[in-house]
């Protein structure tokens, strides 16, 4: 038996993972960054074979990722995590630099920067390990606080995208909230799957617990990704 | 240049890893585990080529992993993470079952466990990453929040092994203590590395800031090893 409540006690922070190949840029918000090696430094990533930022990194031989401090703002990470490259040019109006290794570097709300020269790509199934290379490093801000994933999904109720690795079925959280017996109004955001739970309001907006969702102002909006209101579908 | 200061702003959890293969049982703790896939769920670690575990968990294709809590005790990490299952019995006294993979599954002070089997093994230079498939997890304690590396290095005071693909060379760490140009006293246990600073006390034992080395209780003993103060170097 696997009991998906279980994931939520692994500990990961949350990272904007960047590249460029020729003129195009691609960056996507990550929880699984993690050093694997110390002599030389080396780190890894799993990227969804899916993503546009998985295309460019094999074109790149590159990468580089930024960790998001807990003041990072919502729209921020809206912004990298639920749109794609593709469409959009995420870069736009937000703070960045060319690394060493070619990689844009994004400054904005983040507390250290790492650039990396990749070494292996494995394939993991519906993901690729890319190992880099540290090549460059340094701190932006060493008095804000690292944002982890906990502090993500518990104070700032944000889920994981489905091209995720750790993407859980949102049926599988729900149960959790039924099994506590009280009403609770839920309405999904069709945009990122953020829920608003009428229950435990939006803390980072400034809504309090137990305020239903026709009583949320008009200018409300996803504290996610930015999607007003007519977004919003009840559960 | 690399800042290894912007390496502490990278998240980790603390993991008990642990395998078993015949009669031998094997466990070390790492901060680098992390999921790699969701549909199956897939979990990486990296596991320095010379830690006995590694030799365990390349005969046994399975590997299982607990997660600290922060209530943990300072003493079994300690005893699982800087003795070797080679030279000792790492479960005596320690409550564990073992699982289907056949590895033995650490309870005490673990707030979930998984249960995996190996995948892939792929070889990053001094590291091995070992790729598992999830077979079973459960959830132990849901209640106490999980041990991240930053909490063991900040309230804890805990470094990283040599082994681990997080060690940084203490020299490097001390240039920061240097830089303060505060008078501060260190003393550094012989066994496990860490160093007691006089400026910070030591908080998991009740030692006051600014209490000396040699004003230290004489049953006081290195939080993180269990040594006695014959252990400390001054530095």
């Known amino acids: 038996m696997i009991n998906f409540e279980s ?6 922070g949350l990272y904007l993972v960047s590249s460029k190949y020729q003129d195009t840029k691609a960056c996507y918000v990550a929880n699984t960054v993690f050093q694997v090696t110390a002599h030389p430094p080396k780190f890894g990533i799993s990227c969804n074979k899916d993503n546009f930022t998985a295309e460019i990194l ?12 807990e003041k990072a703002p919502a729209g921020l990470i809206g912004n ?13 109006g937000v703070n960045y630099f060319i690394g060493k290794t070619g990689s844009p570097i994004v400054t904005d709300s983040c507390l250290a920067w790492f650039d990396c ?4 790509t494995f394939d993991v ?31 700032m109720k944000g889920f994981s995208p489905k091209n995720a690795p750790t993407y859980i079925d949102e049926s599988k959280l729900k149960e959790e909230v039924k099994n506590t ?55």
Chains 1, 2 share one sequence.
């Open 7 to 12: 994931f939520f006690k692994v500990s990961y």
């Open 58 to 69: 094999r074109k790149s031989g590159a990468f580089a990722f930024s960790v998001l401090g």
């Open 80 to 92: 990298f995590g639920y749109r794609s490259s593709r469409e959009i040019d995420k870069f736009k």
């Open 117 to 120: 020269k990749i070494t292996d």
């Open 125 to 155: 199934g519906s993901h690729l390990l890319f190992i880099g290379e540290l090549i460059a490093s340094d701190l932006i801000d060493s008095n804000d606080k690292s944002l982890t994933y906990n502090y993500y999904r518990e104070v």
């Open 181 to 235: 017996g009280k009403v609770n109004e839920l309405w999904q955001c069709q945009l990122c799957h953020y829920t608003y739970e009428s229950e435990k309001g939006d803390p980072i907006s400034g809504i309090e617990p137990g305020t239903k969702f026709e009583d949320l102002p008009d200018d409300w909006c996803c504290p996610i990704c930015g999607a007003d209101k007519s977004m919003f579908d009840r559960d």
